[in-house]
Every structure is written in C-alpha cells, then in structure tokens.
C-alpha cells in the first residue's frame, strides 16, 4: 500500500513540474569565457532579462572555444541547437562555409526588423566579420589585438626612461639586449605566436597573409606569409634567442606566465590580458604601448587586426524566437553594456560610441594604456592585408605555424625553410577545406 | 569440479546481463560503427555538406608524411612505455615480495599511483617540470641540466613517458606480485639447494613461469601507451612542442575536434581500432597456449 501510495505521490509531483510552463522564451547563449569574464556575461544576461519580460537568455559556460563549438556542432547535429554560440576568429571561415547551420546576423536583424546601424561600429572589427560587401555575418562581442606590455622596474634597472618603449623592432632589440646586460633574465617573449608574430605582423606592415584579400574573396586561397620581410622577422627573433633577447615561452597564453613573473622586460600579448597583468605586476609597474613596427619593411605602421571571438546565430530553433535574439543583440550593442564589457575585461569596446562613453567617464585617464588597442585598430582604413583573415581549416593551419615556428626556435630549422614549410603544409589544408565545402 | 549456477526462471539471466550488453552497445557498437560510417564521408563540420568519398580519407593518411611520423613516434613512445614500465615494476614486485615488515605499507603506497587519472597526472608532473616555477626543473637546473619541455622535444617526449610509466607502475606490480607469489617456493628452495645463485634462480625459473604475467601485461602496457596517455598529452604538451608528442590518439583527437576533419579523424579512429582488434587476438591466442596451472 506504502508503495503505491509513494509512487503515485512521485508520478503527480513529475506531471505539476512539467506543467509549470514559462511565459518567456527562454534563448540559450552558449560561450566560452570562464571566470571573471564569465561573471561578466552573466551581469550582461542578467541586464537584458531585467530590461524586458519576454525574453529569458540564458548564458552557459562550454569550456574553452574549441570544447564550446564541439558542443555548438554536435547539438546542431542532433538538432538541439543552442540559438548563440561564441565562436574563436578562426573558426569565421569554417562557420561561414557551413551550408544551413547558421542564420547572419544582417539578415537576422532585418527580419526580426530591429534597427542596425553598421557604421556604429568600430571598422576592423565590423570588416572582420562582414562580407565583401559589407554585410555583417556574426556579432562582435569579445575582440582584443596584441598590444606591447614592458616591465618598468626592468627598464630602470637597464639605465632607460622606463615610460618611453620601443617604436621599432631594432630599438626593442638594443633595449631588451641592455635590460639583459643589467639582470633580466629574459629581454623579449610573444603570446599567441602565431597571431602576433606573423598574422599580425603582416597586417601592421600592410604584408598579405594570403591571396584573395585574406580569404575575403574566395576561400581557394594561397598562403603567402613566407615573403622575405616575415623570414627576415623570424630569423632576427631566431637570432635573438641565442643569447636570451627573444625567449619562447609556449603556445597560446603560456608565455604571460614569464612576463607575469617578472622575468621579462617586454612582452607583447592581447589587450584582454591586461587586468590580470596588472594585476600581477602592479598597475604602476606595467607599460602598455603600441607594437613596435620595422622601419625598414613600412614607414609607418599600418593597422593591426583583431582576435577574440563572436556570436553568431545558429539556425535550427522556431521562427518566433530569432526575434528575442535580435533584441539581446542590439542590447549587447549599446553604448553603455559595451563600456562596461570594455572596462571591466580589457577586450576592445566594439562601436564607436562605447569608446567614447569611456572616455568620457574618464576611464582612460583612471587606466592609462587601456586606449592603446582601439587606437592600434584604428590607426589607419584598413586595407586588403589589413582586414583581418578569414582562411579554412585555420585553427589546423596555426597548429602547423606554431610547429615550424617551435623548429626555428629549438635550432632545427632556419626561418627561411620553416615558413616556406608552413605555407606547403598549409596550402595543403585549404585544398581540403575547399574540397569539403564545394 | 566444475560450479554451475542454474536459474529457475529463464529469462532472469537475460535480464541480469541486459544492462551490460545495452552499455556496450550504446557505448562501443554504435561509436564505433559510426566512425566507419563516417570513415568514408567527406563533411563540414555541421554536417550540411556530406559526400561518400570511398576510401579516400584513408588514402589521404597513407600519403600524409605526417601519419608516418605520428606512427612511427607512437611505436618508439609505446616501446619506451612498456619497457620501461615491464622493467621497474618487475624491480619492485621482486624487491616487495622478499619483505616481511611493512610489506602492507609498501604495497599501498606502490598502488597509490593507479588511483590517480591520467590527465592529472599531467597536470601534476607539469607543475613539478614547470619550466619557470618547477621544483624538479629547478633542481635540474642547478646541478646543470636545462630542463625546458616546452622548447626541446626529445625533453618533452621523455617526460610524457616518465608521466605514462609511473601511472601504469601500480597495475603491473600488482599482476607482477600475484605472479611471483603464485610461484612455489618448493622449486625456488630445491634450485637454491642445487647452488644455484640469485640471479640463476630468476633468470632461470622465476622469469620463465612469469611470463604469461609478462606477456598478459606486455599487451596491456601496449594498449595503454597508444590509448591511455592521452589524458597526459591533452593536459601537458598538447602534441607539441613541434609534433614531438603528437601520438596517434592525440592526433585523432586533434584533427577531429580542433581541426573539425571528422572524415579523417574517423579514418585515424578505424585505423586505430584495427590495431587493438589485431593486439587483442594475438594475446588471446598466445596466452591461451602457454598459461601453465
């Protein structure tokens, strides 16, 4: 008797919660960013769902990008799409050339009849992710670039205005050899080596990274970052590392570590880095400042292209819930969500006017060098080698980068023969992706 | 005298059995049988975009200098891991198997090892080898050997196998101990009688009545070097620096789910599944034959 009497306690109990049915359209927004930045995106969702009563965006933390889209792909395959994933830039073309899985965020807008200004935003994270014609395909939400970070105490030491960095490569190298004479244990390490050592690189030099504008226009693209300027480049930073002015510290953010530290005097890494930089230094003890450019290969810099990620909208939900999308969108667009996203992580506030709240609300008065990375982005119109890069297979290709640049490193191979290695076996992966997308 | 056990109902061990089989199938047929499907498909990642391609994700592989080399290395680590591993436990299943005080402790803290997963192994060595911050590397550096994992291959490929190595001790002493002392001590005392020598008495009649335990675990280290460190790859060296790590698990992993190359990566898994399937027949085949009760 006990039995049945539990069982159909437990059968009406699963039957009322299944009733409780919400009014709100619930949308699920699938990211990346763990952590503070996590909290962040929370603090956002939080502003919109309190700002409206019909939507209900619900953030949820995937892992890093590559586990979050593994996630977005396989629930898209089983057809329980999340309706926005946040995926890395290097995953734009892959994204792009998937036939039906993703609703632009142009086309999105317009349907869902939202205003949408494309000049708002800032113009190399808008071409990014934009068509050729200008049509914006995913939302930028987090964008950073490399920025040039050096350790004050370290400067001083050498004998130099520890408040004046290098403008130019060669000026790095005498001021890293210097600090290096006086005790620093390490003159020079780069993040991400291959975004800011080579595909931005290219970019601040006005050097293509490949045919067709970038993979702008076509996704049969050649590799063509193996010109006699980028051998040059790696080959000094080979050269350097013989006696500790260029030191490799790992792949992706493992070289921060050195430069948190204190073993490093300069450090060049993505703008998002700088809060937990300072602080792990020290705000006062930091100097964030432009990448240093080589005067023999340009004049004067060029502009330097964006890293981080966007959202992009995944098709597959019913019709009635893009609109509670489109809405957060604009809502994540807003001067004031983007001042704060801006400020409270380091990542580049995406519209113009964010810039301006910012400085407005004397920010970058508060926090000097938190302006350098729009400016870097903003230095000039981009062009055709400036845009940014929009290649297939990339995430592979830059595995590919990091191995040969990791063979000049350890004296196995010479730039010349590991960049000329890196494009063949790069070439190679395009003509897959082309073969898989045709 | 043989036990049977006998049911009165006849569906009963049907039942009883059913949620193994139902996880097996769920777990390893269908996975399975979805990788040679998709073994054989050219695909975006979002699956819009599929066409059979026969075999040629597989003939893209045999012409892909890189597969050699992944395969080549997976053998020379898989060597190094089993041998290695064979080696020291047989040390310490010898040595605890002469101790009479505190044999328990030394049993408990050799199996310790087992317990902990293979990527937090990773993680654990990573930070004693750190580069920076590491005090191993640290020590290695002040006696003069500059211990950098992340710039020096060969370094970093000799410390996923120490990693490998010490997570497997555990299993192969235990199996190594249940071994020796499984051994009569009759034969043992009667060649020590005859005169023979320590080193006689192992060689000669230990060793020889260990080897189907050798050769069981020879198996079981191989399988674990090529399937069971990747959790160690994935948390330390990511197959780098410059593919000096990148085994042939990691690599399936990699292509498919960095690289979104879910043709090729299925090709690697079958390939791979060949393998085992190839491993697990000959040890069931010889061990059948030379187990002596």
């Known amino acids: 008797m006990t039995r049945t009497l539990l069982s159909s306690v437990a059968a009406a109990a699963v039957l009322v919660s299944a009733q409780v049915a919400s009014a709100q359209t619930e949308i699920q927004f699938w990211h990346a960013m763990g952590g503070n930045l996590g909290e962040t995106v929370n ?367 350890s004296g196995k191979k010479d730039a010349k023969a590991a960049l000329d290695e890196a494009v063949k076996r790069g070439n190679e992966l395009v003509k897959r992706f082309v073969a898989a997308n045709k | 005298m043989e036990k049977r056990v006998t049911f009165n109902e006849r569906w009963l061990p049907y039942l009883l059995v059913a949620p193994q089989i139902v996880i097996t199938l769920v777990f390893f047929f269908w996975p399975s049988g979805q990788a040679i499907w998709q073994s054989v498909l050219l695909e975006d990642a979002f699956g819009g975009n599929t066409r059979f391609v026969w075999f040629d994700n597989f003939a893209h592989l045999f012409n892909d200098p890189n597969y050699y080399a992944s395969a080549r290395l997976t053998l020379v680590f898989s060597f190094l891991v089993a041998s290695l591993g064979l080696a020291v436990s047989l040390l310490l299943a010898v040595m605890a198997d002469r101790i009479i005080r505190g044999a328990s402790l030394y049993k408990t803290v050799l199996v310790w090892p087992y317990a902990v997963a293979p990527a937090v192994a990773g993680v654990l060595f990573g930070f004693l080898f750190n580069p920076s911050v590491g005090v191993v590397a640290w020590g290695l550096t002040a006696i003069g050997i500059e211990f950098n994992y992340v710039i020096n291959g060969n370094q970093a490929l000799l410390l996923v196998v120490v990693i490998a190595v010490w997570s497997q001790i555990s299993y192969n002493f235990l199996f190594f101990l249940a071994g020796l002392q499984s051994i009569p001590k009759s034969l043992i005392e009667a060649a020590a009688i005859d005169g023979a020598g320590p080193g006689r008495r192992f060689w000669d009649i230990v060793f020889p009545l260990l080897s189907p335990t050798g050769f069981f675990l020879l198996v079981i280290n191989i399988i674990y070097a090529f399937f069971g460190t990747f959790g160690i790859v994935g948390s330390l060296t990511q197959g780098g620096p410059g593919q000096a790590t990148n085994i042939l698990i990691w690599k399936v992993y990699n292509d498919g789910f960095r690289g979104q190359d879910l043709g090729g990566s299925s090709a690697q898994s079958v390939i791979l599944m060949i393998v085992v399937i190839a491993l697990t027949f000959v040890q069931f085949r010889f061990i059948e034959r030379r187990v002596h009760y």
């Open chain 1, 43 to 409: 603090a956002l969702a939080e502003g919109f769902n309190k700002s409206q009563s019909e939507y209900k965006v619900t953030p949820v933390y995937k892992g890093s990008y590559t586990e979050t889209l593994t996630a977005a792909i396989a629930a898209f395959r089983a057809k329980q799409a999340p309706h926005i994933v946040q995926v890395f830039e290097v995953g734009t073309a892959n994204m792009m050339a998937a036939k039906g899985a993703v609703y632009p965020v142009y086309q999105l807008m317009a349907d869902a009849k939202e205003p949408f200004d494309p000049k708002a935003y800032i113009a190399p994270v808008y071409g990014y992710y934009s068509t050729p014609d200008g049509k914006l395909l995913s939302m930028p939400f987090n964008s950073s670039t490399p920025v040039l970070y050096w350790n004050k105490e370290l400067l001083s030491k050498a004998g130099l205005d520890p408040n004046k960095p290098p403008t130019t490569w060669p000026e790095l190298g005498e001021m890293a050899k210097k600090a290096i004479a006086a005790g620093a244990k390490c003159g020079f390490t780069p993040q991400w080596q291959t975004w800011t050592m080579i595909e931005n690189y290219g970019a601040w030099h006005n050097l293509p990274y490949s045919t067709l504008e970038n993979g702008f226009a076509g996704i049969d693209v050649e590799l063509k970052f193996n010109d006699p300027a980028h051998v040059k480049f790696i080959q000094m930073l080979a050269d350097w590392s013989k006696d500790k002015t260029f030191v490799y510290g790992g792949r992706e953010g493992k070289s921060t570590a050195l430069f948190n530290a204190g073993d490093c005097v300069f450090h060049i890494a993505s703008s998002g880095s700088a809060a937990g930089i300072e602080k792990a230094l020290g705000a006062g003890k930091v100097g964030i400042g432009m990448m240093p450019y080589s005067p023999d290969v340009i004049a004067k810099p060029q502009n330097s292209i964006i890293g981080g990620a966007t959202l992009w909208v995944l098709q597959g939900r019913p019709a009635a819930e893009y609109k509670g999308v489109a809405k957060f969108l604009s809502y994540l667009s807003t001067a004031p969500v983007q001042a704060k996203w801006h400020q409270e992580t380091g990542y580049v506030p995406i519209t113009v006017a964010a810039a301006e709240l910012s400085e407005k609300e004397g920010f970058y008065k508060k926090n000097p060098g938190r302006d350098v990375a729009v400016k870097e982005l903003t230095l000039n119109p981009p062009t055709v080698n400036s845009k940014g890069l929009r290649i297939g297979n990339f995430v592979q290709i830059r595995d590919v980068v990091d191995e040969e640049l990791e063979a000049v490193w």
